[in-house]
Protein backbone atom coordinates (compact mmCIF):
# COMPACT_ATOMS: atom_id res chain seq x y z
CA UNK A 1 0.00 0.00 0.00
CA UNK A 2 2.85 2.44 0.75
CA UNK A 3 4.08 1.55 -2.32
CA UNK A 4 1.67 2.49 -4.12
CA UNK A 5 0.93 5.54 -2.40
CA UNK A 6 4.71 6.82 -2.89
CA UNK A 7 3.91 5.87 -6.27
CA UNK A 8 1.48 8.05 -6.77
CA UNK A 9 3.04 10.94 -5.23
CA UNK A 10 5.98 10.40 -8.01
CA UNK A 11 3.54 10.48 -10.14
CA UNK A 12 1.65 13.50 -9.22
CA UNK A 13 5.11 15.03 -8.79
CA UNK A 14 6.50 14.92 -12.27
CA UNK A 15 2.79 16.64 -13.55
CA UNK A 16 3.50 19.38 -11.36
CA UNK A 17 7.32 19.43 -12.64
CA UNK A 18 6.18 19.11 -16.37
CA UNK A 19 3.26 21.84 -15.87
CA UNK A 20 6.01 24.12 -14.11
CA UNK A 21 8.12 23.71 -17.47
CA UNK A 22 5.33 24.41 -19.46
CA UNK A 23 4.36 27.21 -17.63
CA UNK A 24 8.07 29.30 -17.52
CA UNK A 25 8.91 27.45 -21.01
CA UNK A 26 8.09 30.20 -23.17
CA UNK A 27 9.65 33.30 -20.94
CA UNK A 28 12.71 31.27 -20.06
CA UNK A 29 13.03 30.54 -24.12
CA UNK A 30 12.38 33.92 -24.69
CA UNK A 31 15.01 35.45 -22.08
CA UNK A 32 17.77 32.53 -23.22
CA UNK A 33 17.10 32.43 -27.52
CA UNK A 34 14.62 35.57 -28.31
CA UNK A 35 10.81 35.58 -29.15
CA UNK A 36 11.28 33.46 -32.73
CA UNK A 37 11.78 30.27 -30.24
CA UNK A 38 8.46 31.54 -28.80
CA UNK A 39 6.76 31.10 -31.96
CA UNK A 40 8.85 28.40 -33.48
CA UNK A 41 7.17 26.58 -30.13
CA UNK A 42 3.51 28.45 -30.60
CA UNK A 43 3.53 26.35 -34.36
CA UNK A 44 4.78 23.12 -33.09
CA UNK A 45 1.73 23.40 -30.61
CA UNK A 46 -0.60 24.25 -33.69
CA UNK A 47 1.10 21.05 -35.15
CA UNK A 48 0.23 18.99 -32.32
CA UNK A 49 -3.07 19.76 -32.84
CA UNK A 50 -3.29 19.19 -36.31
CA UNK A 51 -1.27 15.78 -36.01
CA UNK A 52 -3.97 14.92 -32.60
CA UNK A 53 -6.94 15.48 -34.99
CA UNK A 54 -5.60 13.63 -37.88
CA UNK A 55 -4.04 10.64 -35.51
CA UNK A 56 -8.00 9.77 -34.73
CA UNK A 57 -8.59 9.09 -38.32
CA UNK A 58 -5.44 7.55 -39.39
CA UNK A 59 -4.43 6.03 -35.89
CA UNK A 60 -7.52 5.21 -34.35
CA UNK A 61 -9.84 4.34 -37.33
CA UNK A 62 -7.09 3.34 -39.63
CA UNK A 63 -8.46 5.47 -42.80
CA UNK A 64 -5.54 6.50 -44.80
CA UNK A 65 -6.02 10.78 -45.27
CA UNK A 66 -3.88 12.86 -47.48
CA UNK A 67 -5.60 15.97 -47.71
CA UNK A 68 -5.90 16.34 -44.54
CA UNK A 69 -4.71 20.16 -44.18
CA UNK A 70 -8.22 20.99 -46.27
CA UNK A 71 -10.02 21.03 -42.67
CA UNK A 72 -7.26 23.26 -41.50
CA UNK A 73 -7.80 25.72 -44.30
CA UNK A 74 -11.14 25.53 -43.94
CA UNK A 75 -11.14 26.54 -40.32
CA UNK A 76 -8.51 28.86 -40.71
CA UNK A 77 -10.61 30.67 -43.55
CA UNK A 78 -13.59 30.57 -41.99
CA UNK A 79 -12.17 32.65 -39.24
CA UNK A 80 -10.33 34.85 -41.20
CA UNK A 81 -13.33 35.65 -43.42
CA UNK A 82 -15.28 36.47 -40.00
CA UNK A 83 -12.52 38.74 -38.88
CA UNK A 84 -10.68 40.84 -40.69
CA UNK A 85 -11.62 43.86 -42.85
CA UNK A 86 -11.96 41.71 -46.08
CA UNK A 87 -16.02 41.31 -45.40
CA UNK A 88 -15.56 44.37 -42.76
CA UNK A 89 -17.03 41.00 -40.42
CA UNK A 90 -15.11 41.29 -36.75
CA UNK A 91 -16.65 39.01 -35.46
CA UNK A 92 -15.44 37.67 -31.66
CA UNK A 93 -13.31 34.56 -31.39
CA UNK A 94 -15.89 32.68 -29.28
CA UNK A 95 -17.86 32.53 -32.51
CA UNK A 96 -15.47 32.31 -35.08
CA UNK A 97 -13.40 29.53 -33.52
CA UNK A 98 -16.42 27.30 -33.09
CA UNK A 99 -17.88 28.01 -36.15
CA UNK A 100 -14.87 27.18 -38.26
CA UNK A 101 -14.67 23.95 -35.87
CA UNK A 102 -17.61 23.08 -37.15
CA UNK A 103 -17.58 24.01 -40.83
CA UNK A 104 -14.36 22.06 -40.50
CA UNK A 105 -16.61 19.02 -39.23
CA UNK A 106 -18.67 19.62 -41.75
CA UNK A 107 -16.57 19.42 -44.44
CA UNK A 108 -15.20 16.19 -42.99
CA UNK A 109 -18.61 14.47 -43.16
CA UNK A 110 -18.62 15.85 -46.85
CA UNK A 111 -15.35 14.33 -47.50
CA UNK A 112 -15.81 10.78 -45.55
CA UNK A 113 -19.60 10.16 -47.10
CA UNK A 114 -18.47 9.37 -50.73
CA UNK A 115 -15.23 7.94 -49.86
CA UNK A 116 -16.87 5.01 -46.98
CA UNK A 117 -16.78 1.97 -49.22
CA UNK A 118 -13.10 2.93 -49.92
CA UNK A 119 -9.99 1.76 -47.86
CA UNK A 120 -6.43 2.02 -48.28
CA UNK A 121 -4.47 3.19 -51.33
CA UNK A 122 -7.70 4.65 -52.88
CA UNK A 123 -9.11 6.20 -50.06
CA UNK A 124 -5.60 7.97 -50.10
CA UNK A 125 -6.04 8.96 -53.69
CA UNK A 126 -9.38 10.68 -53.47
CA UNK A 127 -8.73 12.75 -49.81
CA UNK A 128 -5.49 13.44 -51.55
CA UNK A 129 -7.80 15.25 -54.57
CA UNK A 130 -10.01 16.61 -52.39
CA UNK A 131 -6.81 18.81 -50.35
CA UNK A 132 -6.12 19.76 -53.53
CA UNK A 133 -10.21 20.80 -54.67
CA UNK A 134 -10.24 23.07 -51.58
CA UNK A 135 -6.70 24.54 -51.83
CA UNK A 136 -7.95 25.28 -55.87
CA UNK A 137 -10.89 26.84 -54.76
CA UNK A 138 -9.51 29.11 -52.47
CA UNK A 139 -7.18 29.76 -54.57
CA UNK A 140 -9.87 30.92 -57.03
CA UNK A 141 -12.90 31.94 -55.22
CA UNK A 142 -11.90 35.84 -56.01
CA UNK A 143 -14.46 35.91 -59.34
CA UNK A 144 -17.20 36.75 -59.99
CA UNK A 145 -17.58 37.27 -56.77
CA UNK A 146 -14.93 37.55 -54.40
CA UNK A 147 -14.80 35.51 -51.63
CA UNK A 148 -11.49 34.23 -50.72
CA UNK A 149 -9.12 37.07 -52.26
CA UNK A 150 -7.83 34.60 -54.47
CA UNK A 151 -3.99 34.15 -54.09
CA UNK A 152 -3.41 37.55 -52.44
CA UNK A 153 -4.89 36.13 -49.58
CA UNK A 154 -6.97 37.62 -46.59
CA UNK A 155 -4.58 40.45 -44.94
CA UNK A 156 -5.06 42.00 -41.06
CA UNK A 157 -7.02 39.01 -39.68
CA UNK A 158 -7.91 40.16 -36.03
CA UNK A 159 -5.98 38.34 -33.32
CA UNK A 160 -7.37 36.89 -30.21
CA UNK A 161 -9.28 39.11 -27.89
CA UNK A 162 -10.83 38.58 -24.70
CA UNK A 163 -12.60 41.81 -24.05
CA UNK A 164 -10.25 44.62 -24.51
CA UNK A 165 -7.08 41.94 -23.50
CA UNK A 166 -5.51 41.30 -26.67
CA UNK A 167 -3.33 38.28 -27.16
CA UNK A 168 -1.20 39.94 -30.06
CA UNK A 169 0.24 43.11 -28.04
CA UNK A 170 3.24 43.43 -25.43
CA UNK A 171 1.84 43.75 -22.22
CA UNK A 172 3.22 44.00 -18.28
CA UNK A 173 0.92 41.37 -16.30
CA UNK A 174 1.83 41.21 -12.72
CA UNK A 175 5.31 42.68 -12.95
CA UNK A 176 6.21 40.31 -15.64
CA UNK A 177 6.73 41.51 -19.63
CA UNK A 178 4.92 39.23 -21.88
CA UNK A 179 4.78 39.42 -25.87
CA UNK A 180 2.07 38.83 -28.37
CA UNK A 181 3.34 35.28 -29.22
CA UNK A 182 3.92 34.13 -25.01
CA UNK A 183 0.15 35.00 -24.75
CA UNK A 184 -1.00 33.17 -27.45
CA UNK A 185 1.38 30.20 -26.35
CA UNK A 186 -0.76 30.02 -22.98
CA UNK A 187 -3.94 29.97 -25.11
CA UNK A 188 -2.38 27.30 -27.38
CA UNK A 189 -1.36 25.23 -24.68
CA UNK A 190 -4.61 25.42 -22.91
CA UNK A 191 -6.55 24.17 -26.04
CA UNK A 192 -4.03 21.38 -26.51
CA UNK A 193 -4.12 20.32 -23.29
CA UNK A 194 -8.43 20.30 -23.84
CA UNK A 195 -7.54 18.25 -26.92
CA UNK A 196 -5.55 15.65 -25.03
CA UNK A 197 -7.95 15.03 -22.66
CA UNK A 198 -10.56 14.85 -25.40
CA UNK A 199 -8.38 12.10 -27.28
CA UNK A 200 -7.31 10.25 -24.03
CA UNK A 201 -11.02 9.68 -23.06
CA UNK A 202 -12.46 9.34 -26.65
CA UNK A 203 -9.83 6.48 -27.42
CA UNK A 204 -10.49 4.93 -24.09
CA UNK A 205 -14.31 4.58 -24.78
CA UNK A 206 -17.46 2.63 -26.76
CA UNK A 207 -16.50 4.93 -29.92
CA UNK A 208 -12.98 4.44 -29.54
CA UNK A 209 -13.06 0.94 -29.35
CA UNK A 210 -15.58 1.03 -32.85
CA UNK A 211 -12.76 2.97 -34.64
CA UNK A 212 -10.21 0.99 -33.63
CA UNK A 213 -12.37 -2.47 -34.56
CA UNK A 214 -13.00 -0.69 -38.17
CA UNK A 215 -9.62 -0.39 -38.28
CA UNK A 216 -9.09 -4.17 -37.54
CA UNK A 217 -11.36 -5.43 -39.52
CA UNK A 218 -14.31 -4.14 -41.32
CA UNK A 219 -16.79 -6.65 -41.94
CA UNK A 220 -16.65 -8.57 -38.31
CA UNK A 221 -17.07 -5.22 -37.02
CA UNK A 222 -20.07 -5.10 -38.88
CA UNK A 223 -21.30 -7.95 -37.79
CA UNK A 224 -20.86 -7.50 -34.08
CA UNK A 225 -23.48 -4.72 -34.95
CA UNK A 226 -20.93 -1.56 -35.39
CA UNK A 227 -22.87 1.04 -37.98
CA UNK A 228 -19.39 1.55 -39.74
CA UNK A 229 -20.95 3.86 -41.70
CA UNK A 230 -21.89 6.48 -38.73
CA UNK A 231 -18.03 5.82 -37.06
CA UNK A 232 -16.45 6.46 -39.99
CA UNK A 233 -18.02 9.50 -40.93
CA UNK A 234 -17.68 10.35 -36.96
CA UNK A 235 -13.99 9.79 -36.84
CA UNK A 236 -13.71 12.38 -39.79
CA UNK A 237 -15.76 14.96 -38.49
CA UNK A 238 -13.79 14.39 -35.62
CA UNK A 239 -10.46 14.72 -37.07
CA UNK A 240 -11.39 17.72 -39.35
CA UNK A 241 -12.79 19.49 -36.66
CA UNK A 242 -9.58 19.53 -34.80
CA UNK A 243 -7.95 20.70 -38.03
CA UNK A 244 -10.49 23.59 -37.60
CA UNK A 245 -9.68 24.83 -34.88
CA UNK A 246 -5.67 24.94 -35.22
CA UNK A 247 -6.93 26.58 -39.05
CA UNK A 248 -8.52 28.91 -37.14
CA UNK A 249 -5.79 29.95 -34.12
CA UNK A 250 -3.73 29.82 -36.98
CA UNK A 251 -5.12 32.55 -38.83
CA UNK A 252 -5.23 35.00 -35.77
CA UNK A 253 -1.86 34.35 -34.94
CA UNK A 254 -0.29 35.04 -38.40
CA UNK A 255 -2.89 37.99 -39.11
CA UNK A 256 -2.78 36.94 -42.53
CA UNK A 257 -3.55 33.65 -44.45
CA UNK A 258 -2.95 32.51 -47.69
CA UNK A 259 -4.31 29.22 -49.97
CA UNK A 260 -0.28 28.76 -50.15
CA UNK A 261 -0.16 27.82 -46.61
CA UNK A 262 -2.55 25.03 -47.53
CA UNK A 263 -0.69 23.12 -50.10
CA UNK A 264 -0.29 19.27 -50.51
CA UNK A 265 3.35 18.64 -48.80
CA UNK A 266 1.60 20.50 -45.30
CA UNK A 267 -0.64 17.17 -45.38
CA UNK A 268 2.16 15.59 -45.77
CA UNK A 269 4.01 17.13 -43.10
CA UNK A 270 1.35 16.37 -40.48
CA UNK A 271 0.83 12.95 -42.02
CA UNK A 272 4.84 12.36 -41.21
CA UNK A 273 4.43 13.36 -37.37
CA UNK A 274 1.72 11.18 -37.03
CA UNK A 275 3.41 8.49 -38.88
CA UNK A 276 7.40 8.86 -37.48
CA UNK A 277 5.40 9.49 -33.53
CA UNK A 278 3.86 6.55 -33.66
CA UNK A 279 0.19 6.43 -35.17
CA UNK A 280 -2.29 5.45 -32.58
CA UNK A 281 -0.40 6.85 -29.60
CA UNK A 282 -1.56 10.24 -28.22
CA UNK A 283 1.91 10.69 -26.73
CA UNK A 284 3.74 9.62 -29.88
CA UNK A 285 2.15 11.78 -32.15
CA UNK A 286 2.76 14.86 -30.26
CA UNK A 287 6.63 13.83 -30.09
CA UNK A 288 6.29 13.62 -33.46
CA UNK A 289 4.77 17.01 -34.30
CA UNK A 290 7.40 19.07 -31.70
CA UNK A 291 10.39 16.75 -33.08
CA UNK A 292 9.22 18.04 -36.77
CA UNK A 293 8.62 21.36 -36.05
CA UNK A 294 11.45 21.97 -33.69
CA UNK A 295 14.42 20.14 -36.05
CA UNK A 296 13.98 22.11 -39.11
CA UNK A 297 14.54 25.19 -37.25
CA UNK A 298 17.28 24.02 -34.81
CA UNK A 299 18.92 23.33 -38.61
CA UNK A 300 18.22 26.68 -39.93
CA UNK A 301 19.42 28.32 -36.89
CA UNK A 302 23.38 26.23 -36.70
CA UNK A 303 23.50 25.25 -40.34
CA UNK A 304 24.29 28.71 -41.65
CA UNK A 305 26.67 29.66 -39.05
CA UNK A 306 28.29 26.19 -39.17
CA UNK A 307 28.61 26.56 -42.68
CA UNK A 308 29.94 30.16 -42.52
CA UNK A 309 32.80 29.04 -39.90
CA UNK A 310 33.96 26.35 -41.75
CA UNK A 311 33.61 27.49 -45.55
CA UNK A 312 33.83 30.92 -44.95
CA UNK A 313 30.39 31.20 -46.69
CA UNK A 314 27.42 29.49 -47.37
CA UNK A 315 27.46 26.50 -49.53
CA UNK A 316 24.38 24.09 -49.29
CA UNK A 317 20.82 26.20 -48.54
CA UNK A 318 19.71 25.26 -45.35
CA UNK A 319 16.05 24.28 -46.61
CA UNK A 320 17.64 21.99 -48.91
CA UNK A 321 19.29 20.40 -45.78
CA UNK A 322 16.31 20.46 -44.17
CA UNK A 323 14.03 17.88 -46.78
CA UNK A 324 17.55 15.73 -47.08
CA UNK A 325 17.58 15.49 -43.56
CA UNK A 326 13.88 15.29 -43.65
CA UNK A 327 13.83 12.48 -45.98
CA UNK A 328 16.70 10.42 -44.29
CA UNK A 329 14.84 10.67 -40.61
CA UNK A 330 12.11 8.66 -42.24
CA UNK A 331 13.50 6.62 -43.66
CA UNK A 332 15.96 5.70 -40.84
CA UNK A 333 12.48 5.74 -38.70
CA UNK A 334 10.64 3.19 -40.66
CA UNK A 335 13.95 0.77 -40.46
CA UNK A 336 14.68 0.86 -36.98
CA UNK A 337 11.31 1.74 -35.82
CA UNK A 338 8.73 1.14 -38.05
CA UNK A 339 5.71 1.42 -35.27
CA UNK A 340 7.07 5.20 -34.92
CA UNK A 341 9.18 6.59 -32.04
CA UNK A 342 6.76 6.25 -29.31
CA UNK A 343 4.26 3.34 -30.73
CA UNK A 344 1.02 2.94 -29.07
CA UNK A 345 1.50 -0.22 -27.31
CA UNK A 346 -1.42 -2.25 -30.06
CA UNK A 347 1.32 -1.16 -32.58
CA UNK A 348 4.54 -2.43 -31.10
CA UNK A 349 2.75 -5.82 -30.74
CA UNK A 350 1.83 -5.44 -34.35
CA UNK A 351 5.42 -5.19 -35.27
CA UNK A 352 6.99 -7.33 -33.11
CA UNK A 353 6.74 -10.29 -34.53
CA UNK B 1 -45.47 -26.59 -30.50
CA UNK B 2 -43.72 -23.25 -30.35
CA UNK B 3 -43.14 -20.83 -32.99
CA UNK B 4 -40.12 -20.91 -34.92
CA UNK B 5 -37.06 -18.65 -33.76
CA UNK B 6 -35.97 -18.24 -37.83
CA UNK B 7 -38.18 -19.38 -40.46
CA UNK B 8 -35.41 -19.24 -44.13
CA UNK B 9 -38.64 -19.44 -46.73
CA UNK B 10 -37.60 -20.63 -50.18
CA UNK B 11 -34.20 -18.68 -50.15
CA UNK B 12 -32.58 -18.30 -53.62
CA UNK B 13 -29.08 -16.74 -54.15
CA UNK B 14 -27.01 -17.04 -57.29
CA UNK B 15 -23.64 -15.73 -58.21
CA UNK B 16 -22.99 -15.00 -61.93
CA UNK B 17 -24.13 -18.15 -63.39
CA UNK B 18 -23.51 -20.38 -59.82
CA UNK B 19 -26.41 -20.93 -58.20
CA UNK B 20 -25.16 -20.63 -54.90
CA UNK B 21 -28.64 -21.44 -53.10
CA UNK B 22 -32.02 -22.93 -54.51
CA UNK B 23 -35.38 -22.85 -52.94
CA UNK B 24 -33.92 -23.65 -49.15
CA UNK B 25 -36.48 -23.50 -46.35
CA UNK B 26 -35.74 -24.30 -42.84
CA UNK B 27 -37.24 -23.45 -39.28
CA UNK B 28 -34.92 -23.44 -36.83
CA UNK B 29 -36.64 -23.80 -33.21
CA UNK B 30 -36.19 -21.97 -30.10
CA UNK B 31 -33.54 -23.25 -28.03
CA UNK B 32 -32.48 -25.56 -30.85
CA UNK B 33 -29.42 -26.56 -31.60
CA UNK B 34 -29.71 -27.20 -35.92
CA UNK B 35 -26.47 -28.33 -37.94
CA UNK B 36 -26.36 -27.05 -41.39
CA UNK B 37 -24.09 -29.92 -43.15
CA UNK B 38 -22.91 -30.04 -46.80
CA UNK B 39 -19.51 -31.08 -48.40
CA UNK B 40 -17.88 -28.17 -49.33
CA UNK B 41 -19.04 -25.56 -51.94
CA UNK B 42 -22.59 -26.59 -51.16
CA UNK B 43 -23.82 -23.39 -49.99
CA UNK B 44 -23.77 -23.20 -45.90
CA UNK B 45 -21.86 -20.21 -45.73
CA UNK B 46 -23.58 -18.64 -48.31
CA UNK B 47 -26.57 -19.26 -46.54
CA UNK B 48 -24.69 -17.63 -43.62
CA UNK B 49 -24.09 -14.43 -45.37
CA UNK B 50 -27.59 -14.10 -46.35
CA UNK B 51 -29.47 -14.74 -43.04
CA UNK B 52 -26.53 -12.24 -41.13
CA UNK B 53 -27.18 -9.34 -43.91
CA UNK B 54 -23.93 -9.68 -45.79
CA UNK B 55 -25.36 -10.65 -48.87
CA UNK B 56 -29.32 -10.01 -49.91
CA UNK B 57 -31.13 -13.09 -51.52
CA UNK B 58 -32.55 -12.89 -54.92
CA UNK B 59 -35.91 -14.52 -53.66
CA UNK B 60 -37.01 -15.52 -50.30
CA UNK B 61 -37.00 -14.26 -46.96
CA UNK B 62 -36.44 -14.94 -43.43
CA UNK B 63 -38.69 -14.80 -40.73
CA UNK B 64 -36.61 -13.99 -36.90
CA UNK B 65 -38.39 -14.21 -33.42
CA UNK B 66 -41.79 -13.55 -35.12
CA UNK B 67 -41.33 -10.77 -37.51
CA UNK B 68 -40.00 -10.46 -40.86
CA UNK B 69 -35.89 -9.88 -40.85
CA UNK B 70 -35.23 -7.79 -43.41
CA UNK B 71 -31.69 -6.93 -43.26
CA UNK B 72 -29.87 -4.53 -45.61
CA UNK B 73 -26.63 -4.55 -43.57
CA UNK B 74 -24.80 -6.87 -41.33
CA UNK B 75 -25.20 -4.20 -38.15
CA UNK B 76 -28.22 -4.97 -38.50
CA UNK B 77 -28.48 -8.33 -37.85
CA UNK B 78 -26.77 -8.12 -34.87
CA UNK B 79 -29.41 -5.46 -33.54
CA UNK B 80 -32.13 -7.76 -34.39
CA UNK B 81 -30.01 -10.83 -32.35
CA UNK B 82 -28.40 -12.59 -34.93
CA UNK B 83 -24.83 -13.28 -33.75
CA UNK B 84 -22.15 -15.19 -36.12
CA UNK B 85 -18.33 -16.24 -36.31
CA UNK B 86 -16.37 -16.65 -39.10
CA UNK B 87 -14.77 -19.74 -40.73
CA UNK B 88 -11.18 -18.20 -40.96
CA UNK B 89 -11.67 -16.56 -37.54
CA UNK B 90 -11.93 -12.75 -37.62
CA UNK B 91 -10.90 -11.19 -34.68
CA UNK B 92 -9.38 -7.70 -34.33
CA UNK B 93 -5.71 -9.17 -33.97
CA UNK B 94 -4.29 -6.31 -32.31
CA UNK B 95 -7.01 -5.53 -29.61
CA UNK B 96 -6.68 -7.35 -26.21
CA UNK B 97 -8.59 -10.54 -25.50
CA UNK B 98 -10.88 -8.41 -23.69
CA UNK B 99 -11.25 -5.32 -26.13
CA UNK B 100 -12.45 -7.81 -28.80
CA UNK B 101 -15.43 -8.94 -26.20
CA UNK B 102 -16.04 -5.15 -25.20
CA UNK B 103 -16.49 -4.31 -28.89
CA UNK B 104 -19.27 -7.09 -29.07
CA UNK B 105 -21.04 -4.94 -26.90
CA UNK B 106 -21.33 -1.79 -28.75
CA UNK B 107 -24.61 -2.22 -30.16
CA UNK B 108 -26.12 -2.78 -26.69
CA UNK B 109 -24.83 0.32 -25.27
CA UNK B 110 -25.24 3.77 -26.26
CA UNK B 111 -22.32 6.26 -25.61
CA UNK B 112 -21.65 8.75 -28.11
CA UNK B 113 -19.30 11.25 -28.57
CA UNK B 114 -20.55 13.81 -25.60
CA UNK B 115 -20.81 10.50 -22.79
CA UNK B 116 -17.26 9.49 -23.86
CA UNK B 117 -15.93 13.17 -23.32
CA UNK B 118 -17.71 14.59 -20.43
CA UNK B 119 -18.00 10.96 -18.99
CA UNK B 120 -20.86 11.32 -16.77
CA UNK B 121 -22.30 8.85 -13.95
CA UNK B 122 -23.79 7.44 -17.18
CA UNK B 123 -21.04 6.76 -19.45
CA UNK B 124 -19.46 5.44 -16.16
CA UNK B 125 -21.95 3.05 -14.88
CA UNK B 126 -22.39 1.79 -19.05
CA UNK B 127 -18.31 1.34 -19.24
CA UNK B 128 -18.10 -0.75 -15.89
CA UNK B 129 -21.19 -2.88 -17.09
CA UNK B 130 -19.19 -3.49 -20.23
CA UNK B 131 -16.14 -4.54 -19.07
CA UNK B 132 -17.78 -6.59 -15.87
CA UNK B 133 -20.06 -8.13 -18.68
CA UNK B 134 -17.07 -8.97 -20.97
CA UNK B 135 -14.76 -10.31 -18.17
CA UNK B 136 -17.84 -13.13 -16.97
CA UNK B 137 -18.14 -13.63 -20.77
CA UNK B 138 -14.17 -14.24 -20.62
CA UNK B 139 -14.31 -16.23 -17.42
CA UNK B 140 -17.38 -18.21 -19.53
CA UNK B 141 -14.91 -19.70 -22.43
CA UNK B 142 -12.23 -19.92 -20.19
CA UNK B 143 -9.58 -17.16 -21.20
CA UNK B 144 -9.87 -14.99 -18.08
CA UNK B 145 -5.61 -15.33 -17.71
CA UNK B 146 -5.22 -14.17 -20.78
CA UNK B 147 -7.33 -11.23 -21.14
CA UNK B 148 -4.53 -8.50 -21.87
CA UNK B 149 -3.00 -10.17 -24.82
CA UNK B 150 -3.57 -9.58 -28.27
CA UNK B 151 -5.91 -11.78 -29.34
CA UNK B 152 -3.76 -12.67 -32.68
CA UNK B 153 -1.57 -14.24 -29.72
CA UNK B 154 -4.05 -17.14 -29.20
CA UNK B 155 -3.77 -20.36 -30.08
CA UNK B 156 -6.04 -21.18 -33.06
CA UNK B 157 -8.65 -23.17 -30.41
CA UNK B 158 -8.73 -20.23 -28.37
CA UNK B 159 -9.34 -17.44 -31.10
CA UNK B 160 -12.57 -19.64 -31.81
CA UNK B 161 -13.87 -19.55 -28.47
CA UNK B 162 -12.71 -15.79 -27.81
CA UNK B 163 -15.44 -15.38 -31.43
CA UNK B 164 -17.77 -16.84 -29.95
CA UNK B 165 -17.25 -15.11 -26.43
CA UNK B 166 -17.38 -11.70 -28.32
CA UNK B 167 -20.66 -13.32 -30.37
CA UNK B 168 -22.35 -13.79 -27.27
CA UNK B 169 -21.01 -10.47 -26.12
CA UNK B 170 -24.05 -8.93 -28.39
CA UNK B 171 -26.78 -10.87 -26.30
CA UNK B 172 -28.02 -12.73 -29.24
CA UNK B 173 -30.92 -15.04 -29.74
CA UNK B 174 -29.33 -17.32 -32.65
CA UNK B 175 -25.58 -17.95 -32.41
CA UNK B 176 -24.39 -18.65 -35.83
CA UNK B 177 -21.06 -20.81 -36.07
CA UNK B 178 -19.36 -21.13 -39.19
CA UNK B 179 -17.32 -24.33 -38.93
CA UNK B 180 -16.59 -23.90 -34.79
CA UNK B 181 -14.53 -27.10 -34.32
CA UNK B 182 -12.61 -26.42 -37.75
CA UNK B 183 -8.59 -27.21 -37.12
CA UNK B 184 -9.21 -28.16 -33.57
CA UNK B 185 -7.84 -31.52 -31.79
CA UNK B 186 -10.04 -33.85 -29.82
CA UNK B 187 -9.94 -32.60 -26.80
CA UNK B 188 -10.43 -28.83 -28.07
CA UNK B 189 -13.51 -30.23 -30.06
CA UNK B 190 -14.90 -31.86 -26.94
CA UNK B 191 -14.32 -28.80 -25.05
CA UNK B 192 -16.14 -26.80 -27.73
CA UNK B 193 -19.09 -28.92 -27.35
CA UNK B 194 -19.39 -28.74 -23.65
CA UNK B 195 -19.43 -24.75 -24.75
CA UNK B 196 -21.71 -24.73 -27.07
CA UNK B 197 -24.21 -27.46 -24.97
CA UNK B 198 -23.44 -24.49 -21.90
CA UNK B 199 -24.67 -21.73 -24.11
CA UNK B 200 -28.04 -23.74 -25.44
CA UNK B 201 -28.45 -24.15 -21.83
CA UNK B 202 -28.57 -20.33 -21.39
CA UNK B 203 -31.46 -20.08 -23.78
CA UNK B 204 -29.35 -19.06 -26.84
CA UNK B 205 -30.58 -21.36 -30.40
CA UNK B 206 -27.90 -22.07 -31.96
CA UNK B 207 -27.19 -22.70 -35.67
CA UNK B 208 -23.64 -24.36 -36.76
CA UNK B 209 -21.91 -25.33 -39.97
CA UNK B 210 -19.69 -27.99 -39.44
CA UNK B 211 -17.16 -30.63 -40.91
CA UNK B 212 -16.72 -32.75 -37.79
CA UNK B 213 -19.52 -35.33 -38.18
CA UNK B 214 -18.92 -36.68 -35.00
CA UNK B 215 -19.20 -33.45 -33.07
CA UNK B 216 -22.55 -32.54 -35.43
CA UNK B 217 -24.12 -36.19 -34.58
CA UNK B 218 -23.52 -35.75 -31.04
CA UNK B 219 -24.39 -32.12 -30.29
CA UNK B 220 -27.20 -31.48 -32.62
CA UNK B 221 -31.29 -31.44 -32.58
CA UNK B 222 -31.73 -31.78 -36.18
CA UNK B 223 -29.23 -31.42 -39.31
CA UNK B 224 -30.20 -29.99 -42.76
CA UNK B 225 -28.11 -31.21 -45.67
CA UNK B 226 -27.32 -29.24 -48.50
CA UNK B 227 -25.74 -29.58 -51.74
CA UNK B 228 -24.84 -28.19 -54.65
CA UNK B 229 -27.56 -25.21 -53.08
CA UNK B 230 -30.46 -27.86 -52.44
CA UNK B 231 -31.88 -28.94 -49.28
CA UNK B 232 -31.53 -32.90 -49.78
CA UNK B 233 -32.23 -34.12 -46.51
CA UNK B 234 -33.24 -32.24 -42.87
CA UNK B 235 -34.29 -34.64 -39.77
CA UNK B 236 -32.78 -35.57 -36.24
CA UNK B 237 -29.35 -36.73 -37.37
CA UNK B 238 -29.31 -40.36 -36.79
CA UNK B 239 -31.95 -40.24 -39.36
CA UNK B 240 -30.25 -37.82 -41.62
CA UNK B 241 -27.12 -40.66 -41.27
CA UNK B 242 -28.95 -43.36 -43.33
CA UNK B 243 -30.93 -40.71 -45.78
CA UNK B 244 -29.30 -42.60 -49.55
CA UNK B 245 -29.40 -39.04 -51.08
CA UNK B 246 -26.80 -37.85 -48.33
CA UNK B 247 -24.15 -40.99 -48.48
CA UNK B 248 -24.69 -40.41 -52.53
CA UNK B 249 -24.33 -36.41 -51.84
CA UNK B 250 -20.90 -37.42 -49.83
CA UNK B 251 -19.03 -40.17 -51.25
CA UNK B 252 -21.23 -40.74 -54.63
CA UNK B 253 -23.35 -42.95 -55.97
CA UNK B 254 -23.21 -47.00 -54.86
CA UNK B 255 -21.61 -46.43 -51.88
CA UNK B 256 -25.04 -46.73 -49.48
CA UNK B 257 -24.59 -48.89 -46.42
CA UNK B 258 -20.87 -47.90 -46.41
CA UNK B 259 -21.88 -44.64 -44.65
CA UNK B 260 -24.37 -46.34 -42.10
CA UNK B 261 -22.08 -49.22 -41.49
CA UNK B 262 -19.77 -46.70 -39.64
CA UNK B 263 -17.26 -45.04 -42.04
CA UNK B 264 -17.47 -40.82 -41.38
CA UNK B 265 -17.27 -38.53 -44.61
Not at chain 1, 20 to 32: G, T
Not at chain 1, 301 to 328: C, H, K, S, W, Y
Not at chain 2, 2 to 22: C, D, M, R, Y
Not at chain 2, 95 to 115: D, K, P, Q
Amino acid sequence: MERIASRKALVWTGFALVGVALAVLPLALAAAFGQAWVRVVNLALLYAMLALGLNIVVGFAGLLDLGYIAFYAVGAYTYALLASPHFGLHLPFWITLPLGFLVAAGFGVLLGAPTLKLRGDYLAIVTLGFGEIIRIFLNNLNAPVNITNGPQGVNLVDPLKLGGFSFSTRETLLGVDFSGPQKYYYALLALILVIIVVNLRLQDSRIGRAWEAIREDEIAARAMGINTRNIKLLAFAMGASFAGLAGGLFASIQGFISPESFSLLESVMVLSMVVLGGMGNIAGVILGAVLLTGLPELIRFTVVPAQQALFGRVVVDPEAIRMLLFGLALILVMLFRPAGLWPAKLRKREFAR
Amino acid sequence: MTAPLLGANGISKSFGGVQALSEVSITIQPGEIYGLIGPNGAGKTTFFNLLTGLYRPDSGNFEFAGSRLDVRAPEQAAQRGIARTFQNIRLFANMSVLENVMVGRHVRTRAGVLGAVLRGPKTLAEERAIHERSLALLEFVGLTARRDEPSRHLAYGDQRRLEIARALATDPKLLALDEPAAGMNATETAALRRLLEAIRAQGVTLLLIEHDVKLVMGLCDRVAVLDYGRKIAEGRPAEVQRNAAVIEAYLGVGVTGALAGGASA
